[in-house]
């Protein structure tokens, strides 16, 4: 059962352009989200979070939005640059709930020049 | 300030062994994650501890166990390993109890032959 999914598994875009991931969740208890990036063999890097009260937040190129009502959230990154190409993975958990951090399945960002 | 470590890096283990790996979180984070990455599932949640006490346990046999020590650095051990065992094992540590940005190592690449 995927509670977190990212429904695109790549997506190419041009450099200096605006990229947007995509990402739905079916569990209506998550209230906390985050994305991370990840190069191959290494560790996620946190990015951006939010938390269900809001329904943007922004740092720097990067700008988180989240649409409760439609179980939705989306990381737009303007401008796009090379150095973001790698995977980003959307993330959920619960308050209360510790910290697990339930993940999507990710998506391959390719920024072209 | 030290990030996440996890050691080794690298593991070839034989089916049927037994493995232990190592993370020290960033200190003063008391929870600390695990995780598995495959191919096909994605990051999928092992467990937590916090303050030496399993918090969360995610859906994974019983031959996954864990422990956290009183510096807040923790082990996961397998038992009786499988091929399919074969991943990226990542920990994350946070600074609090409540869900917040975890912050990942680099992870343990163990393949099982």
């Known amino acids: 059962d995927q509670q977190v999914k990212q429904n695109s598994p790549s997506l190419s875009v041009q450099e200096g352009r605006i990229s947007i991931l995509n990402c739905d969740y079916t569990?209506?208890?998550?209230?906390?989200f985050l994305w991370y990036k990840k190069y191959p063999a290494e560790g996620p890097t946190f990015l951006i979070s939010i938390s269900s009260i809001k329904d943007k937040n922004e740092d720097g190129r990067f700008t988180v939005f989240l649409n409760k009502s439609a179980k939705h959230l989306s990381l737009h990154i303007v401008p796009s640059q090379p150095g973001d190409s790698a995977v980003y993975f959307c993330a959920a958990s619960i308050t209360g709930g510790g910290n697990k951090l339930t993940f999507g399945t990710g998506t391959q960002l390719k920024v072209e020049l | 300030k030290a990030g996440v470590t996890q050691t080794p890096r690298y593991l070839i283990k034989t089916r049927g062994q037994q493995v232990t790996l190592s993370c020290s979180p960033i200190s003063g984070h008391r929870s600390v994650s695990w995780y598995q990455q495959t191919p096909g599932q994605g990051l999928q949640f092992l467990f937590e501890y916090f303050s030496e006490t399993q918090r969360n346990k995610g859906n994974f046999p019983g031959r996954f166990s864990g422990r956290q020590f009183s510096n807040s650095r923790s082990e996961m051990n397998v038992s009786t390993l499988e091929l399919g065992d074969s991943a990226l094992y990542l920990c994350?540590?946070?600074?609090?109890?409540?869900?917040?940005?975890?912050?990942f190592g680099q992870g343990t690449r163990l393949t099982v032959v």
């Open positions: 994350a540590s946070s600074p609090q109890g409540v869900a917040t940005e975890a912050f």
């Open positions: 569990n209506s208890m998550f209230d906390y």
